[in-house]
């Protein structure tokens, strides 16, 4: 199974927009394979925040969106809120799913 | 509303063994695989494997494959991960999701493979001697 890489943190203050990547190992990571985005607060389930790359749920904000360029997968969230701060997992589907080591988001 | 809504927490020995459940409810149960995940403390998300509960056709993770054992019984709308031997280092949260499809993909057969859309709540497994 292909290894998708995060970076373990990143930060931003109130207001600002962050990114966080998601880089995959294989070279199709890029054109064959879709990625969500999961977001985890301490002591909760993980929530779906985007799918096929760049698709919202419904109810999910406009300030979190996706995009993916070659092998990296980005999820950016504008606007930062304080409770925008948690952690955040990138998955793929490579004959079964991967998910990313995840990135912890700190809202200074 | 729609929910899966799993078992609550064990405390196991070592060398005993334990089945999870997961219920669904508010949707057709049939129509979409579930996972599971394992979430170790402090560390990030696994996938272990999943469940076409329609059939109980399954796939493993090679991390987890004789390991677990994952299930379903659709009559009663759940699905279960279960071992037979417990060890310590297998104390962690699991969690169940549903792996999203729309409507469009349930009337043409289609998986996305992308994207699990509901969750359980979490079960935490704790084996200790």
């Known amino acids: 199974q292909s290894a998708l890489t995060q970076p373990a943190s990143v930060s931003g203050s109130p207001g600002q927009s962050i990114t966080i990547s998601c880089t995959g190992a294989?070279?199709?990571?890029?054109?064959?394979?879709?990625v969500s985005w999961f977001q985890q607060h301490p002591g909760k389930a993980p929530k779906l925040m985007i799918y096929?790359?760049?698709e919202r749920p419904s109810g999910v904000f406009s300030r979190f969106s996706g995009s993916k360029s070659g092998n990296t997968a980005s999820l950016t969230i504008s606007g930062l809120q304080a409770d925008d701060e948690a952690d955040y997992y990138c998955?793929?589907?490579?004959?079964?799913?991967?998910f990313g080591g995840g990135t912890k988001l700190t809202v200074l | 509303e729609v929910q899966l809504v799993q078992s609550g927490a064990e405390v196991k020995k070592p060398g005993e063994s334990l089945r999870v459940s997961c219920k669904g409810s508010?949707?057709?149960?049939?129509?979409?695989?579930i996972i599971w995940v394992r979430q170790m403390p402090g560390k990030g998300l696994e996938w272990m494997g999943r469940?076409?509960?329609?059939?109980?056709?399954?796939t493993y993770s090679p991390s987890f494959q004789g390991h677990v054992t994952i299930s379903a019984d659709k009559s009663i709308t759940a699905a279960y991960l279960q071992w037979s031997s417990l060890q310590a280092s297998d104390s962690a949260m699991y969690y169940c999701?549903?792996?999203?499809?729309?409507?469009?993909?349930?009337?043409?057969?289609?998986?996305?493979?992308?994207?699990?859309?509901?969750w359980g709540q979490g079960t935490m497994v704790t084996v200790s001697s």
């Open positions: 999701a549903r792996l999203r499809r729309s409507e469009h993909d349930i009337l043409t057969g289609l998986y996305p493979l992308d994207g699990f859309d509901i």
């Open positions: 508010g949707y057709r149960f049939t129509n979409y695989w």
């Open positions: 469940i076409d509960p329609g059939d109980s056709f399954t």
């Open positions: 294989s070279s199709d990571f890029g054109s064959h394979h879709l």
């Open positions: 096929e790359d760049s």
């Open positions: 998955c793929s589907y490579a004959d079964g799913w991967v």
